[in-house]
């Protein structure tokens, strides 16, 4: 048994209570790699945000859930060498599917989980999510749970279509469970294709997608029904247009590959969403950085030559993220 307080994380209580006092949304990466890991840190030490370092299923059966965590506590020691006096940096278990995941993960040092049971009933969904709370909240970590449906892609988290979170379930889901955080579904999605062509309309000067507005009638009976009460937005990529043109114009096929705009984000994140995760920008700025590398050197075979511009160009997308769409910067002093 490890406790993430011996590690020097914090969970996402404090985090939270401040983000919807302050009107700001806190920044939740997720990484798979030590380019991301490093982009993350440096971004927040140089912004002084606080972050939530997000772990999904896919990035454990890629990197490895001990590594993973073991790289999360060496996060910490290397924010405060960048000069972070006081890093608040949180581990989460993103879409922990069952009880005993999340359990080890509790038990390992991690200091908040989302247990997703937005597939399952209702009922099913509370008493799933009620036992993570119990055990969890023993030893002081947060959990994060999920009604309503996304659509979209994200690694093992697949839904067809969206389902609208329903207001008037929130009060009694949120009661039963004692969950910190509650993720709804008003319009985001997961991956880089977040809606087909024929949802979104065409700017006539550009050619580019639209896509639909997200739903902030929803968001604002969810805040009615629970004043004060954290929300999270998943998917909540907006596939920055001009790595999407990088990668197409340097050997990449992304056609038609849409986001939620910043705009939208930028208003969400002043009212009761305090939380949103971004993944896709991530991966969309490293590929964009490494295709131009390939193309520009193509006798170029050391990884440091490709993933070093990666590491950079993710930085940015960080700091731009936290500075300009969440408002993050320099709340974690
Ligand atoms: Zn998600």
Not at 137 to 151: K, N, P, R, S
Not at 174 to 194: E, F, M, N, V
């Amino acid at each position: 048994m490890v406790n993430y307080k011996d590690l020097g994380l914090v969970n996402t209580r404090e985090m939270f209570a401040k983000a919807i006092d302050g009107g700001y949304a806190i920044p939740a990466f997720n990484f798979n790699n030590m380019e991301q890991l490093q982009a993350i840190i440096k971004a927040c030490a140089e912004t002084k945000s606080p972050v939530i370092l997000q772990v999904s299923s896919g990035a454990r059966k890629y990197a490895n859930q001990t590594l993973l965590r073991y790289m999360a506590e060496g996060a910490v020691e290397y924010a405060k060498e960048l000069g972070w006096e006081h890093p608040q940096i949180c581990l989460h278990l993103d879409h922990g599917d069952t009880f005993e995941l999340c359990k080890s993960c509790v038990d390992f040092g991690f200091s908040s989980v989302m247990i997703d049971g937005s597939s399952l009933p209702y009922e099913e969904n509370i008493a799933l999510t009620k036992k993570v709370v119990e055990y969890a909240h023993q030893f002081d970590v947060t959990v994060e749970a999920e009604l309503g449906v996304l659509a979209g892609v994200e690694d093992d988290v697949v839904a067809e279509e969206s389902h609208y979170t329903k207001p008037e379930e929130v009060i009694d889901f949120a009661t039963r469970t004692g969950c910190d955080s509650l993720a709804i579904s008003i319009g985001t999605s997961h991956g880089a294709y977040k809606f087909k062509p024929e949802q979104c309309t065409r700017d006539p000067k550009t050619g580019k997608l639209v896509p639909p507005p997200l739903a902030f009638d929803v968001l604002e009976e969810v805040e009615k029904k629970l004043p004060g009460f954290p929300i999270v937005l998943h998917g909540s990529s907006s596939v920055p247009q001009e790595y999407v043109d990088i990668i197409n114009s340097h050997g990449g096929n992304l056609p038609d590959a849409v986001g939620i705009p910043e705009d939208q984000l930028r208003k969400a994140a002043k009212s009761a969403v305090c939380k949103i995760n971004i993944d896709s920008d991530s991966r969309l700025a490293f590929t964009a950085a490494v295709r131009k590398v390939f193309a520009e050197k193509p006798g170029e075979f050391d990884p440091r030559k490709y993933c070093g511009p990666a590491r950079d160009e993710m930085t940015k997308l960080y700091k731009h993220k936290i500075i300009e769409v969440l408002g993050s910067d320099g709340k974690a002093e």
